[in-house]
């Protein structure tokens, strides 16, 4: 129940920060399209949570623990820090271009947009359920193990490349062209932290160095 309570509460205060980014900067509730990413964002990740409070609370109470103050790496609290800096960046922007109009995006890339939001939050789900060590922070269990299936086969971080398609979906779901050049910073934080998180793996985690032999890429197969 605790867990439970818990979960509720930093969803609320979640989707409640959303409508600040968003409405402030539009100064207008008549944006439909950012009801449309909060509604989505919202289904996406309760469903998740519901899950997993009903099949393994602890992973759910483990994710609840997110953000800067969480990483135990000083080089990691500078990319946690800058990664939600640069979110709430494109979102507010995102806000500002529909106000503005400074970008033309038709219906139904809005709506591949925020396809696009539920994809990359699916993918983030899978490797969860797939990965029960897949923390919100950078962390080595003592009875960790390398995980090779799954979506691991094709990436050896697939947390963020879901996390990137969730981040170009943003801007498009929230009306923005623009935005979409929130991608860059975000490609420089996710390369910066995946350098780095490998150091502490390949340092801590037995098995990695072989796995990395065996999945080349980081981030995009075939790319990075």
Known sequence: ????????????????????????????????????????????????????????????????????AAETRTTQKFASSALFLVIAAVMVFSALDHRFGWSAVPTVVTLAGDVLVVIGL??????????????????????????????????RHPMYFGSLIFMVGIPLALDSYWGLF????VLIVFAFRIVDEEKLLEEELSGYID?????QYRLVPHVW
């Open 1 to 68: 129940m605790k867990t439970a309570i818990q979960a509720a509460g930093t969803s609320l205060v979640g989707l409640l920060l959303f409508g600040l980014l968003l409405f402030l900067p539009a100064a207008t509730f008549d944006y439909w399209q950012a009801w449309v990413f909060i509604a989505a964002f919202a289904v996406s990740t309760t469903v998740l949570a519901i899950y997993l409070l009903l099949t393994n609370p602890a992973v759910l109470e483990g994710r609840m623990h997110a953000g800067p």
């Open 122 to 155: 699916g993918i983030g789900s899978l490797v969860v359920l797939q990965n029960s060590y897949a923390a919100a922070n950078i962390k080595v269990e003592a009875d960790q193990k390398v995980i090779s299936t799954g979506l691991y086969r094709l990436v």
């Open 182 to 185: 929130g991608i860059i910073p």
């Open 211 to 215: 796995y990395t032999r065996e999945v």
